[in-house]
């Protein structure tokens, strides 16, 4: 499963990877990184949009995660990729907007990877 995680913070890709270790060396997953939503949209342009799975967090400069998931929800409809929104709130005015966006699901910082992979499962299997 390849799996493109979109945040402006540079940390969540060390976090990422310690995290998802073993599932990584298994080669049960596939990680690629985008520092901004314009990033994101380069490289799913790039590569024919190969990722299945997209966590994008909310709150970037530039492109929000929101704006992001527009982009996505219109460009990339075949196959449809499933986008997760990450974010540091858990405001419902987010989760409203993201929803009506078409968002497939909703994960708040810090990230549970127990919950998320839990969720992973049942999209890979899904």
């Not at 945040?7 to 990680?31: S, W």
């Not at 901004?36 to 400069?61: C, F, R, W």
Request: aromatic share 8%.
């Amino acid at each position: 499963m390849k799996i493109l995680v979109v945040d402006d913070e540079k940390d969540m890709q060390t976090l990422f990877e310690q995290r998802f270790r073993k599932e990584i060396r298994e080669q049960k997953v596939q990680f690629a990184f985008a520092n901004s939503g314009e990033e994101a949209l380069t490289y799913l342009q790039q590569l024919k949009h190969e990722a299945v799975l997209i966590l994008s967090d909310i709150n970037m400069p530039g492109m929000s995660g929101l704006e992001l998931l527009e982009h996505i929800k219109k460009k990339f409809a075949s196959p449809p990729p499933v986008v997760m929104m990450i974010t540091a709130y858990g405001d419902s005015e987010n989760y409203n907007h993201a929803m009506q966006l078409g968002a497939d699901d909703f994960l708040t910082k810090p990230i549970d990877f127990n919950l998320l992979k839990e969720k992973l499962k049942i999209t890979a299997h899904g």
